[in-house]
C-alpha cells in the first residue's frame, strides 16, 4: 500500500518561500505520477505539480508557473515543492497524491489519483 505524508506547510508573509515534502513508500513498480493538489476554503481542489517518475515530466498550474518547483529525491523517496514568492491566493490545505502509470490519465485531475497524504496548511498573509 502507498503511504504518503506530507509536511512543510506554515504561516509566511506575502512574497515569502516555503518548502512542502512528501515521503512516499509501498510503490511497487516504478511508473507513477506523483504531486501536490490544493483546496481553498469553498474552492474545489486543484492539481498545483506533478511529476512523473517515468520521465520526470512535469505539470505546473498556470497559477503557479515560474513561482513554483516541483522537484525528487529518489534515495530519500521524497518529493518536494518549492514555493517562492508566495500570494494571499496561495492560502489553502496542500495535499501530497500519486497514482500508478503516470500517462493513462489526465496528469491534472484529481479522480485518478489513488493515494493521498493528509494535508499540510499553507497560509499566506497580505
Known amino acids: 500500500e502507498v503511504q504518503l505524508q506530507a509536511s512543510g506547510g506554515g504561516l509566511v508573509q506575502a512574497g515569502g518561500s516555503l518548502r512542502l515534502s512528501c515521503a512516499a513508500s509501498?510503490?511497487?513498480?516504478?511508473?507513477?505520477?506523483i504531486g501536490w493538489f490544493r483546496q481553498a476554503p469553498g474552492k474545489d481542489r486543484e492539481a498545483i505539480s506533478i511529476?512523473?517518475?517515468?520521465?520526470?515530466?512535469?505539470y505546473y498550474a498556470d497559477s503557479v508557473k515560474g513561482r513554483f518547483t516541483i522537484s525528487s529525491d529518489n534515495a530519500k523517496n521524497t518529493v518536494y515543492l518549492q514555493m517562492n514568492s508566495l500570494k494571499p491566493e496561495d492560502t489553502a490545505d496542500y495535499y501530497c497524491?500519486?497514482?500508478?502509470?503516470?500517462?493513462?490519465?489526465?496528469?491534472?485531475?484529481?479522480?485518478?489519483?489513488?493515494?493521498w497524504g493528509q494535508g499540510t496548511l499553507v497560509t499566506v498573509s497580505s
Open positions: 497524491a500519486a497514482r500508478y502509470y503516470s500517462r493513462a490519465y489526465p496528469i491534472a485531475d484529481s479522480y485518478y489519483y489513488d493515494y
Open positions: 509501498g510503490f511497487t513498480h516504478d511508473d507513477y505520477a
Open positions: 511529476i512523473s517518475s517515468s520521465d520526470g515530466t512535469t
